[in-house]
């Protein structure tokens, strides 16, 4: 398996939208970002999400071969044997990562954080393995990312604060909509389209926040417009107009997370989620993240 097959299984053009969901976590903690191990912890759920997109197409090789031959198992690039060893083991060293950026107040390992890391691994082979015909994936997949609010989090606090907590509702609802119109790319159409009612209601938390915090009616408002984008792409529904809205939306969530960075108060942080949102846009165009 050369590099570049590696970097198409892990879809490592979504790793910005990784690192900025840990700026959340981290920041919203009490972490800083001049803290050596944050850099660590970004590497470590980076290694989380990489084996689980390994994972994803380990275990759907026979559906792949039926809808998309040209994914790199059934097209004879790389054995299910080795995308499955090095998925799992990419998620062996994401918890080792995350014990080693973590520390509780007796100096050893955060146990929340490796409790947490745990959970996190669980929910993502549970999401890998059954996700296809499973109305409930698209909340399993919406509980992986907010594990990676809450990893980060617990490396640096022993509790969660309720900034998070609610981030985390806001964060689990953009998934849910996300995940179902992914769900339907592979037919490049859409049908109903009721569960994007969702997507409102990060926007209302956002406005929540920004009363509070002007600067960010600025970052809700590019997040909002991207919402609204891919909306109008899956209503259109023209050919190529879901894998788009999909990308978009992957994307997006790094613009959420700047809209909860900005309404926390860490404006430097929200800025570099918006460079997060570029950056997966810029990155999907050379290699595919979905």
């Not at 994007?196 to 417009?225: I, T």
């Amino acid at each position: 398996m050369n590099l570049a097959l590696a970097l198409r299984l892990g879809r490592i053009s979504n790793l910005p939208t990784v690192w900025t969901n840990v700026l959340v976590g981290f920041l919203l903690a009490g972490g800083s970002l001049a803290d050596p191990n944050l850099p660590l912890l970004m590497a470590a759920l980076s290694a989380f999400y990489v084996g689980g997109m390994f994972l994803n197409d380990a275990f759907d090789r026979d559906f792949d071969a039926k809808y998309r031959p040209e994914r790199p198992i059934p097209a004879g690039q790389v054995s299910a044997r080795t995308v499955f060893v090095t998925g799992f083991a990419l998620l062996v060293l994401g918890t080792v990562g995350v014990a080693a950026a973590s520390r509780g107040p007796d100096g050893m390992p955060a146990w929340r954080a490796l409790a947490s890391a745990t959970a996190l691994a669980a929910l993502i082979v549970l999401y890998d393995a059954h996700h296809k015909n499973n109305p409930f994936s698209p909340l399993v997949m919406g509980l992986c990312r907010v594990f990676v609010y809450v990893t980060a989090s617990y490396s640096v606090a022993q509790v969660l604060p309720n900034s998070l907590i609610a981030a985390s509702g806001a964060l689990l609802c953009h998934l849910i909509g996300l995940t179902y119109i992914a769900k339907q790319e592979h037919l490049d159409r859409m049908g109903n389209l009721w569960p994007l009612g969702l997507l409102a209601l990060p926007v209302a938390y956002g406005m929540a926040l920004a009363l509070s915090e002007p600067v960010a009616w600025g970052l809700l408002g590019l997040y909002a417009g991207a919402l609204a984008f891919a909306i109008s792409l899956l209503r259109r529904r023209a050919p190529g107009d879901v894998p788009r809205a999909v990308v978009i939306l992957i994307a997006g969530m790094s613009l959420l997370d700047a809209v909860v960075l900005a309404g926390s108060g860490h404006v430097l942080a929200a800025a570099l989620a918006v460079i997060g949102f570029v950056l997966t846009l810029a990155l999907q165009k050379f290699v595919s993240g979905t």
